[in-house]
């Protein structure tokens, strides 16, 4: 069964910077494209970035030039850099992740992990 496993979230004060990690695990044939959403309290979901296994990437206006989202292929892991962030960052960060398993091509999600910014 195919699992993601998020990691990193905490709480940081604004300015500051913290590092998510999501490794997907289980019997896994290949990896279309991974990446982050998060969910503020009382707002939609909503895309962070996204990486493909060709490598392009897709940043949310909000978090350009603050964010960089990267990729270990070797460890079907993903990564969330953050930096300069802002209390308006603060919310729980899903990753996401389209795969080929056992089960066919199918969307996954992480169980999520909070970020918190304080002004």
């Known amino acids: 069964q195919v699992q993601l496993v998020e990691s990193g979230g905490g709480l940081v004060q604004a300015g500051g910077s913290l590092r998510l990690s999501c490794a997907a695990s289980?019997?896994?044939?290949?990896?279309?494209?991974m990446g982050w959403y998060r969910q503020a309290p009382g707002k939609q979901r909503e895309l962070v970035a996204t990486?493909?296994?060709?490598?392009?990437?897709n940043y949310a206006d909000s978090v350009k030039g603050r964010f960089t989202i990267s990729r270990d292929n070797s460890k079907n892991t993903v990564y969330l850099q953050m930096n300069s962030l802002k209390p308006e960052d603060t919310a729980v960060y899903y990753c996401?992740?389209?795969?080929?398993?056992?089960?066919?091509?199918?969307?996954?999600w992480g169980q999520g992990t909070q970020v918190t910014v304080s002004s």
């Open positions: 996401y992740a389209v795969l080929s398993g056992t089960l066919g091509l199918r969307a996954y």
């Open positions: 289980g019997r896994i044939f290949s990896i279309n494209l």
């Open positions: 990486t493909t296994s060709g490598g392009s990437l």
